[in-house]
């Protein structure tokens, strides 16, 4: 059997410093973390302000990223504590029994989490238990939950499809994987008739929902080069759905957007990126490998704007939000961009950790989650 190397790398990869090098991206590599830059001055055109804050417990060495569903957040921490809140209330917080290796993903019906061990443990959003799963390695994304369908997608390449109502296994795909790959947590996005997801080697996959086929397989990017460290270019951040498209990006490779229905290419940018991409109605957003954020246009990739002042302060995914742009960086400072020129419009510290978790759109606000812990929805003004 061939034998995959992980690196011990999570998709907040890009939180650990922006360089060239997987050593750079490791910080037990070194004698001593990289040095954060000090942000420049800004001259605020809108207002942050945090709209309610509660705690989850900390993520540890995992990313942990919230679910919204309407006004209800759902987030869970590695101790094993699941909390819903709604409105910036806690309504209920309940232990799992298990530690936890990943972020949640719920819908009106169903709060799903996964273990490092590869448990699926599903709950009614009561928080009492309704069925366990189990996959073949560790869980690290959260599984994406729909009406009759659980999409889980495990470390080892599987995605494998549970019922909903029971938790029985309807497939599993399975792929193979390059013979070195980052440890990531990106998850799966899903359609009424596709699961689409990005993999080790640059690969940009769609399955069939109803059986777990492929329905397509395109390159986001080729590897390229002569030694294993050099040929990594895995997609390691969630694709994006915009329209007829789907678009997705690579580390050590390109931004790329393809035709939903059919995977032939639209166009493509060289452009690395662990952090991942974000697309409103004309734009598609990326936070590179070397820490500037990038506006293109979502129909060509062309380049409108780059905002360079955060290199080497790891910007995490974007999250286009109203006419804005929304990152993070690594010591957990949000900062809001303009749409149009990509300047800096407010920034608002947090509590100091990464916050490495994608952030959730909740409403006219958004969510966040620190390593630390702290949830806090924040509202732009």
Not at 193 to 204: M, N, Q, R, S, Y
Not at 234 to 250: F, K, L, Q, Y
Request: hydrophobic share 40%; aromatic share 6%; with cysteine.
């Amino acid at each position: 059997m061939k034998q995959v190397r992980t690196l011990g790398v999570l998709a907040a990869v890009a939180l650990l410093g922006a360089c060239s090098s997987l050593d750079s991206l490791n910080p037990f590599s070194g004698p001593s973390k990289p040095k954060i830059p000090p942000l420049g001055a800004i001259e605020p055109t809108a207002q942050l302000s945090e709209v309610w804050r509660q705690g989850a417990g900390q993520s540890e060495d995992f990313v942990f990223a919230p679910a919204v569903v309407g006004g209800t957040v759902y987030v869970a921490s590695r101790d094993g504590v699941i909390t819903r809140i709604d409105d910036g209330r806690q309504v209920w917080r309940i232990e799992a029994g298990k530690k936890l290796s990943g972020g949640v993903g719920a819908n009106e019906n169903l709060v799903v989490v996964g273990t490092g061990k590869g448990d699926v443990l599903a709950f009614g959003t009561d928080g009492k238990p309704l069925w366990q799963g189990v996959v073949t390695s560790e869980v690290l994304s959260p599984p994406a939950v729909s009406d009759d369908l659980v999409f889980v997608r495990s470390a080892d390449s599987r995605i494998q499809a549970f019922a909903a109502s029971d938790g029985a296994r309807r497939w599993n795909y399975q792929r193979a994987t390059p013979a070195l790959t980052l440890r990531t947590h990106a998850g799966v996005v899903s359609t009424p008739t596709l699961v689409v997801a990005g993999f080790p080697g640059g690969k940009l996959v769609a399955i069939n929902r109803s059986n777990g086929s492929a329905a397509w397989e395109s390159n986001v990017v080729l590897p390229r080069g002569t030694t294993e460290l050099e040929r990594i270019a895995d997609v390691t951040s969630p694709p994006v759905i915009a329209g007829r498209e789907v678009c997705a990006a690579a580390y050590q490779g390109r931004v790329a957007c393809f035709e939903l229905s059919t995977g032939n290419t639209v166009w493509s940018r060289d452009i690395s990126s662990a952090a991942g991409i974000d697309a409103d109605g004309q734009n598609l957003y990326v936070s590179d490998d070397g820490g500037a954020v990038h506006a293109l246009d979502r129909a060509t990739g062309a380049s409108l704007w780059k905002q360079d002042a955060l290199m080497h302060r790891a910007p995490g995914k974007p999250l286009a939000l109203d006419g804005f742009v929304v990152v993070s960086d690594v010591e957990g400072i949000v900062h809001l961009l303009q749409r149009e020129n990509g300047a800096f419009a407010a920034r608002l510290k947090g509590d100091g950790s990464a916050i490495s978790a994608p952030m959730q759109p909740y409403g006219r606000a958004f969510v966040t989650q620190s390593r630390a812990g702290t949830v806090r929805a924040l509202s732009v003004r």
